[in-house]
Each structure stands twice: as C-alpha cells, then as structure tokens.
C-alpha cells in the first residue's frame, strides 16, 4: 500500500508469467506490468509514485559456481519499469545483493540501500568477492533516486559493514558490523552531524541469545534480543529497558512499523506465533479483525501514514492464504485476492497441534493432519515432513506440500524436531551436533506417538533442503522405519556440503562456521557416519531424488552424487531434475512437476487406499 493509502501495488500471477499491477482503491482502472519468467520476490512502495520490485536472477560463472543474485526495479504507477536501482554505480554491480535498507516519502522520495565502494579492504558477505584478502573494496550507504535509479554514497564503511539503520529524517544512526574471522557482531551509533561511529554493542554471530533486532527511530534506541527477553538499549546510554515479561522458551522476535521506523509487537513461538502488542493503536485493529476471521491467523501486510487503511493476509493450514483491504473509517473490508482460487470449495485435510516425549525425555510439539472425509477407525499411511533450515520450524498456515499429501489420502506429521526455532534458545541449541542424531530419532519417536491415528508399518519419510537430508538420512540409518524416502533439494553428503560452502563463501566465513557449529564437529569420521550417500549399502527403500538445477542454496550435485550412489549400489530410485528452478520451488511449473513426481512414487511405494 502507497504511504497516502490510495494505490495498492499487487505481485500476482503464475511464477512463470508474474505481473505487477497497480490498483488505485475507488477505481477501476489497473495498469499492469508483465514480467515474464523473472523472480519477482516482493514489492515495496518508495514515496507514493514509484513501486521497488526485488528481483532474483541466476548466472552461471564457470563450470563449478553458479550464484544468484538480486536487483530493485523501481515501477511506476502506470506500471513502467523507471529505472534500476544504482545503475550508475559500476562497484554495485559486484554486490550480489543489494538490501533496501529504508525509503523516504518525500517529496522526494528517496530509497536507502547497500552498495560497494573502493577501498584497501576485503569484501563483505552480500559480495561475489568474499574471501579475506580480496582488496579493494568496502561496503558504502547509498541514497538513490527511484526515478531515475542514480545513487549518490552518502556514508563509507568497512568491509565487514552489513548494515545501516536511519532515523525518520534519513540520517545514519546505527551501523551493523559482522566480522568473517572471529565471527563477532558490532553495533556502532553516532549522534547527528559528521561525529565518529562508537562502538554500543556487541556479541558473538553464533550465540542466538543475543541479537540485534533492529533501530527505534522515535525512541533513537536499539532493540536487542537477550536470551528469552527483549531489551531496549538507548543510543543516549542509561540502563537497558526490558519490553514485556520474560518468556521462557518462546524465542521472541519483533515485528516492525516501517513507515515510522519503530516495533510495533512481539511475537512469541507455540502453535500460534501470538502478538503482544506494543502499538495500542494497531493491536486495537488487530483485535477486531482476529474477531471476524476466526480460526485464521491475521497479518498486517500494509498499510497507509494516517492508519484508516490496511493490507491484511489470512491463513490457516486448512484455509488457503487470502488478502484483503480493510478501510477502518468505513469499517468496510474488500476481498484483494486469493493466492490458490482453484481451491476455494475444496476439501482439505484438518491440522491438530500434538506434543510427544522424546526418547531422552525431551518434550517436542508438531502438527499432525489427517486426510479429509477419513472414515471412523480407519489408520492411513503415513508421511512424516520434516522442515527445512534446520533452525526454522512449521507455521499455522496452509502448507501446500502437507495438503496436497493429505488430499491423496495420508497422514502429514510435521514434527518441530530439537534444533528448530521457535521453542526457545536451549530447543534450538539441543540440535547442535545431531544431524543424524537425536534430530533423527525425534522423527521415530513422532511415528510411535501417532501410532493411534495413523498407520505405523506404513511411513514414508519426505522432505526439503534439511528436511531432504533428514528424508536421505531415515532411509538409510533407520532402513526399517520407512518404506519409501523423497528428497527436494536435499543434501546427501555433508563433507561435500562443507566444501561447496567454503567454495563460495571461503573457509573463514560466518556461512562455514554456521554450518560447523550445527554439525557439531568438522570431524570427517563423524561427517562420513551421517552422510547419506555413504550408506547406501544400508537401504532398501525406493528413493526420490527431485532437485531444480538452478538451486544455489544446495547445488544440484549433493541429489547427482546420491543418485551415482543409489545406482552403484543397485538400489531402487528415481531422479526428477526441475529445470530452471532454484533452492525455494518458486516456478509454478516445476512446483506442479514436483508434486506429480511425489504422487507417483508414493501411489507405487505406499498406496493410499482412503
């Protein structure tokens, strides 16, 4: 929604044929922009005249790296690209990101965002050139102009610069410095005028108790997370001021009002993220809505300077996500669209939040859904659908995989194993080091928990990214529990995983470091033990290998290399290769391409009779 409230900016389409248009409210007219197969990733307003499109694009650079990179589009309100965000600036170019960090309405309008500059220093993590000892270049604060993309720098950091917050007058207060060797954070805050950067506060990148969570503009303080609390820190100085009470095992997080710079609520994890609302004002709109729509979880997307009118998104893992325009001055709300229309009246499957006790005792929540119209005292076949990340976890809201499995007549669990975010920092930490592990057998201990509703002779295990790893990693460590394994996008081989990181990023980096401190040890042995494709000789399960061969996140090769290892060891599998599609599954066509595929192996490895 534009700051004045009068347009409203829509992402629609297939992925493959996407379109912006340009909704002005009260008229008919909608001029639209097509984009073709371009990733179109999100849409914001910068002023009220010109729409920022960030884009995703692919390249290949040599036989053995390909990267995708990202660019801002800035659209008119007649639906016409203007211009590309820092055009003008060759040493941007190199940045394989380039995040908007804040806009300005004007008149006129300005868009905040990173670029690079020369200088004698290494480049940052956002660059192609990431390995310490690359001279040359430093991370810059540029101020661009949405109609014609031409940037001036405005403010020069270093190379281990990320990030810079602004106040409402589009001064530079806060600086965030990460730092690839010792892999420590660095907050840094400046009063107004030319004054040097100090240092306000710091912590190591690995500890997620301790976080940065973002810039208040009308209190000029920083919010930190600090273990299970959340703290205001003033730039001023004085004594941290903690917001709300302290949640254990909750894993707090804000949500932010970006048009006036400020949070505007805390989240808190469980079934249901709940918001505990800093802004009387919006909770107070918050509320009355949540009223209306029930069992749907509602989420401000939008909405305009004077808050009379919001963008609003609703969901539920048995109601697909829909918009809407609500006009508080009216009291008047309007449908905007429904991201899967062709679902509207179909029958879909019901989604029950269960706990169960772990082997070592451990408590661990999931979501369990049954197919629809399931007769009485009937068990069906099981899909166990571990999450990505492996740090994310499963959400209250309609997840297309776990629908689509359940319309075909299976069980879904979707287990928030030890390791996933959102149960609090001790949760998310008993991962560490159990790839393969405890995180394996926290899937197991979900089958036996279920076993009144579902059929526990019959599971398949199915996945993506992590979640394909944890499929490849049941099959052929617990060959027994599951009858068949599908892998998205997968990983296979862990030390192979380790070295394409390392390709990418170097070995001194905070991404290689993640990755070790996860894992538990850089320990080839160990690496080896949990590494599917090692163990092939273990299974005897059908597999499904699917993997798009743009993928950047897990490259293509980890699916080839169990592919090469399943064929070696003449075990049963297939290999589905999506072209033109990246690590997220964001093409409609392959999306539909991957489901088929999934359809077919389990209708022949585990039939649903329902």
Known sequence: MSPDGRRVAILGGTSDKRYVSIATIDDPNMPVLLLGEAEAISLRWAGNDHVLARMGYWKKDGPRLS????????????????????????????????????????????????????????????????????????????????????????????????????????????RLDIDELTHRFSVFSRGAGPRK????????????????LG???????????????????????GPDVPVGEPLAGASPDLFWDYRRLTPMAMSTGGERRTLHWLDSELGAVHASLTKVFKDRDVWFAEWSEDRTRFVIWTTAPSSPPAWYLFDKSRKELSPLGDEYPELKDAALGQTSWITYKARDGLEIPAYLTLPPGLAAGVKPPLVVLPHGGPTMRDDYVFDYVAQFLATRGYAVLQPQFRGSWGFGDAFEKAGWGEWGGKMQTDLLDGIAAVADKADAGKVCIVGASFGGYAALAGAT???????????????????????????????????????????????????????????????????????????TVVPPQQSQVMANALKAAGRPYEYVVLPGENHDMTRSATRTQMLQALESFLAKNLPATN
Not at 197 to 212: C, F, I, N, V
Not at 215 to 237: F, N, Q, T, V
Request: one cysteine or more; glycine letters at 8%.
């Open 197 to 212: 950067w100090s240092l306000l506060w710091d912590g190591s990148d690995y500890d997620s108790r301790r976080q940065y």
């Open 477 to 551: 460590m617990h060959p027994d529990a599951y009858k068949c394994a599908a892998s998205v996008a997968g990983i296979s081989d862990l030390g192979l995983m380790l070295e394409q990181q390392w390709r990418t990023s170097g070995d001194d980096s905070a991404k290689v470091g993640e990755l070790r401190t996860m894992l538990g040890a850089a320990d080839k042995g160990k690496l080896n033990a949990t590494s599917p494709a090692l163990l092939v000789s273990k299974t005897t399960a059908p597999v499904l290998l699917v993997h798009g061969d743009q993928d």
């Open 215 to 237: 810039y208040s503009s009308p209190e000029d303080a920083i919010y930190i997370a600090d273990g299970d609390r959340i703290l205001r820190k003033p730039l001023a100085g």
């Open 67 to 174: 990267y995708r990179y990202e660019r801002n589009l800035a659209i008119t309100t007649e639906a016409r690209v203007a211009a590309r965000m820092l055009e003008n600036d060759d040493f941007s170019q190199y940045l394989v990101r380039q995040p908007v960090f804040s806009t300005l309405a004007g008149p006129p309008a300005s868009v905040f965002l990173l670029g690079l500059a020369p200088l004698e220093a290494s480049g940052g993590m956002d660059t192609r050139i990431q390995r310490k000892g690359t001279k040359g270049w430093a991370a810059a604060l540029m101020k661009a102009d949405p109609a014609t993309g031409k940037a001036v720098r405005i403010e020069l950091g270093d190379s281990d610069t990320v990030s810079w917050a602004l106040n409402a007058a589009g001064e530079p207060r806060v």
